[in-house]
């Protein structure tokens, strides 16, 4: 939406639809909210796991990539409940302060994003380094880039990507004055040359590449895995017949546990997909309908719950799938 010039207000009503308030002020908040203390367990129980392991080579490795997803979750999920703030929409005036739009603009339009960006990545990692893992033997060394420089570059390269889709088409505007309170209003809307022809479709095939990419590249990635797992699983289901003395080895245990972490993987990765393909293309919709547009507000509130579900699977997978942390979940609640 363009505004030519300054109109006076007598409330801000008129300025956002009370769907979208309802949305971005309780609903969304409501359901985020109780995330909070699942990934602050999450990321404890992950901590202690790494604590107890990282004297052991490689054996800590994989919950680093965890604690990483855990934390970029809990992130997101703290913008936002502190949106229910920002975005009071027509309930409080404060929701169109020029300083509120720049919070608004730098953590819920453009943060939220990249913190999906570096799990999409972080995952895209994970998933080579468990399939690299499925190929080697317990008694080869598995030599790679270190862990930090990883994740490094993941930030790096997330904090770029999402410049084009999420700063460069917005534009914090003033609308009008509200005549009660003598306050000017603002807004965040598509910058002008933006709205073009050229420019949208532009936009529209860098978000693909953006975001329908790693998609692929993981969707692409997990199926190897599950090929390599499948082998690996063989193979280890036919020594499983041996003789015992086998079976108490440890590149034979190590085996399983190759293969227990690679069950956990491929499940958070099909949990991500599910729950991040749709968002991923809602900044087309934005592109062409704009963020004031039915068609955006319902498509948006839907991809924004799947993504909510998806973030609330991951601790019940960790309990389901990973016996470590099972075992030093059920050993702190014990100790409480």
């Given at each position: ?114 913190m999906i960006q570096i799990k999409i990545f972080m995952e895209i990692s994970f998933t080579i380094d468990r399939i ?107 020594e499983n017949s041996s003789t015992p003395e086998h079976q108490n080895s440890a590149e034979f245990k190590a085996k ?46 839907l991809s924004r719950f799947l993504l909510i579900f998806c973030n609330y699977s991951y601790i019940f997978i960790f ?18």
């Amino acid at each position: 939406m363009e505004y030519s010039e300054l109109e006076n207000f007598n409330s801000t009503l008129n300025l956002s639809s009370r769907f979208e308030d309802i949305l971005m002020v309780f609903l969304i908040p409501a359901f985020s909210i109780f995330l909070i203390p699942l990934k602050l367990v999450s990321i404890v129980i992950l901590r202690l796991i790494i604590k107890r392991k990282k004297e052991i080579k490689h054996k800590a490795s994989q919950f680093y990539y965890l604690v990483t997803n855990e934390t970029c979750d809990l992130a997101e999920t703290a913008i936002l409940c502190l949106a229910a703030s920002l975005r009071c929409g027509s309930y409080c005036s404060f929701g169109y302060d020029y300083l509120t739009k720049i919070l608004d603009l730098i953590f819920l339009i453009y943060g939220i994003p990249v913190m999906i960006q570096i799990k999409i990545f972080m995952e895209i990692s994970f998933t080579i380094d468990r399939i690299k893992a499925l190929k080697l033997t317990n008694t080869q060394i598995r030599n790679g880039m270190k862990f930090r420089y990883k994740l490094a570059i993941s930030l790096a390269v997330s904090l770029v990507v999402a410049v084009p889709n999420y700063l460069m088409p917005e534009i914090i505007q003033s609308v009008g004055i509200l005549v009660t309170t003598n306050q000017t209003l603002y807004v965040i809307s598509s910058r002008p040359v933006f709205q073009a022809y050229y420019w949208s479709i532009g936009l529209s095939i860098f978000n693909i590449i953006r975001a329908l990419g790693p998609i692929l590249l993981l969707f692409i990635l997990n199926i190897k895995l599950i090929h390599e797992f499948n082998q690996k699983n063989k193979i280890t289901k036919e020594e499983n017949s041996s003789t015992p003395e086998h079976q108490n080895s440890a590149e034979f245990k190590a085996k399983i546990n190759e293969l227990k972490i690679s069950k956990l993987v491929t499940a958070i990765n099909v949990s991500y997909l599910v729950g991040y393909f749709p968002y991923s293309i809602s900044i087309i919709l934005f592109l062409y309908f704009g963020s004031t547009s039915s068609i955006y507000i319902y498509y948006f509130a839907l991809s924004r719950f799947l993504l909510i579900f998806c973030n609330y699977s991951y601790i019940f997978i960790f309990y389901k799938l990973s016996p470590s942390f099972k075992k030093s979940l059920l050993n702190t609640l014990k100790n409480l």
